[in-house]
């Protein structure tokens, strides 16, 4: 994955990164409810797993945020052209293994989703947490389908950890009868702040729309 260097100290933010920096806990996050009814009545209809769909969407609408492909490397900041995902796989022993699916935008859904599907069972069969080379470029997904939850606090490696993670629960119908989702997005604040997590879920609106319309 190609990236390029941004130079912090002609940045508009160079004293917000300055401050959170080497803060003690320097993440953010933020849960939001996302309506995804229509997405789970295409996905029903094509046959799709719900999961890995929704995880193209996530990477999709985090891709089109500059701020959540950037990422701390030493004394430097570096920006992805685009970044891949590494999200847990169930195991039936209980536990879980890390699994590696690419998001080129160029890929139609249908070979996406023939990727995703040969991707899962080659990690189920390997049943690793070890990461792929590359996890600098990742976003850090998982899920907890089995609660629709309010708030999650999740970990992080330390002040240097800048991957993006994203979670998300349970979908249950709420008194309209939408199909409503808890979906968390955790940052660096160093490097990201409200304006640009309030700009994925934007975006993640926008991906959920424009797929189902396409499909309608």
């Not at 160079?14 to 995804?36: E, I, S």
């Not at 500059?66 to 992805?80: F, K, N, T």
């Not at 249908?110 to 976003?139: F, H, N, T």
Request: hydrophobic fraction near 35%; charged fraction near 25%; proline fraction near 6%.
């Amino acid at each position: 994955m190609t990236y390029r260097e941004i130079d912090m100290s002609a940045s508009p933010r160079k004293a917000h990164f300055d401050h959170f920096r080497h803060a003690p806990d320097p993440h953010v996050g933020l849960t939001v409810d996302v309506d995804v009814t229509d997405f789970v009545q295409l996905c029903k209809s094509k046959g799709w797993p719900f999961y890995p769909a929704f995880i193209r969407i996530a990477a999709q609408a985090a891709n089109a945020v500059p701020e959540l492909r950037r990422r701390i490397r030493g004394e430097r900041v570096v920006e992805y052209e685009r970044c891949d995902s590494s999200h847990i796989e169930l195991l039936d022993n209980g536990a879980y293994c890390y699994c590696t699916l690419r998001h080129d935008p160029a890929q139609s859904w249908e070979d996406y989703m023939a990727c995703a599907a040969a991707a899962r069972e080659a990690a189920r069969a390997g049943a690793s947490i070890e990461e792929d080379e590359d996890v600098e470029g990742l976003y850090f997904i998982s899920t907890v389908p089995w609660l629709h939850y309010r708030s999650l606090y999740q970990p992080n490696y330390g002040p240097e950890a800048s991957n993006p993670a994203i979670t998300w629960g349970k979908y249950e119908p709420d008194p309209r009868g939408r199909l409503m989702m808890p979906l968390t997005l955790l940052c660096h604040h160093s490097l990201v702040d409200g304006l640009q997590i309030a700009a994925f879920y934007k975006e993640v609106e926008a991906c959920l729309k424009r797929i189902t319309s396409q499909n309608t």
